[in-house]
């Protein structure tokens, strides 16, 4: 799918109704970190408060980014590096676990979830993703 004013929209609407339930990024980190023994290892020594804030910035960045918006972009060069096999070697393969845990979570937490949503948020996310992913030997 590709990126439109549309889709950024559709996402951000989301995005807002799944931050209104509190729960919504702990139920995230909650499945995600009890789907895959590797994801509870990288884990381990994570202040989840902490990653928690990041989580919810970094959503709204990742949709920045898609605009080419600098400040967002910058930011998710840091995140990426942070990321990267000369720190916290997260392997690719963790990110579609990642997306495939959020749309489930965003899925239960947005009233308004429909075809539309999951494309657009899968978009969005995909292309903080692949920005990763082409970042990691860096």
């Known amino acids: 799918m590709q990126i439109t004013d549309t889709s950024r929209e559709i996402f951000r609407s989301s995005l807002e109704r799944c931050q209104q339930d509190s729960k919504f990024i702990g139920l995230f ?3 995600f970190v009890i789907s895959n023994p590797l994801v509870r290892e990288k884990f381990k020594h994570t202040n989840m408060d902490n990653q928690k804030m990041m ?3 970094s ?3 990742i949709m920045l980014a ?3 918006n600098e400040t967002a972009s910058i930011y ?3 995140i990426a590096k942070r990321h990267s096999k000369l720190d916290l070697d997260i392997p690719k393969e963790l990110y579609q676990l990642w997306l495939t845990t959020l749309l489930e979570t965003v899925k239960e937490t947005d009233p ?3 075809e539309e949503v999951k494309q657009a948020w ?4 995909q292309f903080g993703i692949d920005y990763m992913q082409t970042r990691y030997a860096n």
């Open 112 to 114: 308004d979830y429909n």
């Open 59 to 61: 959503m709204n960045l």
């Open 122 to 125: 899968q978009a969005i996310m």
């Open 66 to 68: 898609t605009q080419q």
């Open 29 to 31: 980190y909650h499945k």
């Open 76 to 78: 998710l060069d840091q």
């Open 55 to 57: 989580l919810h910035a």
